[in-house]
């Protein structure tokens, strides 16, 4: 098994060479995300699996609360990365389905980002309010 970490917008591979695809929470800062599925599609092989950590509802609401305390002119808290938007979960999902990914499996996950509570996460994710999870783990097929 070998491991290639690229440019998402020029993965340096042939088409159809690799059977699985790992990005995690990229997607939301490159200037052309459907660039970058597109690649995602090109190198992977027919049945290759796209797998995809990308931020909730929660965490763009979060955003958007990072934006409003930066027009009050605070600096230097959570997520301060200079990021834009998030796209929506619905957006991503319509894109995917755009470049021909079948979503396989979607998991809302973390809603404690602390490792020593991760049996409560893990009861929580499966619970009612896995809708709070701080993560969307998406798995998808090239079809």
């Known amino acids: 098994m070998s491991t290639v970490c690229a440019d998402g917008e020029a993965i340096p591979l042939a088409d159809s060479s690799i059977d699985t695809v ?5 997607l939301y800062y490159l200037d052309r995300p459907r660039h970058c599925l597109d690649e995602m599609y090109r ?14 509802a929660v965490a763009a609401a979060l955003g958007r609360v990072r934006t409003l305390f930066r027009k009050l002119g605070l600096r230097r808290m959570w997520f301060d990365d200079g990021s834009p938007p998030i796209m929506a979960l619905i957006d991503l999902l319509k894109l995917l389905g755009e470049h021909r990914f079948q979503v396989t499996r979607l998991e809302h996950i973390v809603l ?16 009612f309010l896995r809708w709070a999870a701080l993560f969307v783990f998406i798995i998808a097929r090239k079809t």
């Open 22 to 26: 790992i990005s995690s929470e990229m």
């Open 43 to 56: 190198v992977l092989r027919p049945g290759g699996r796209l797998l995809l950590c990308y931020d909730s």
């Open 112 to 127: 404690l980002p602390f490792a020593m509570l991760d049996r409560l996460n893990r009861w929580l994710e499966n619970g």
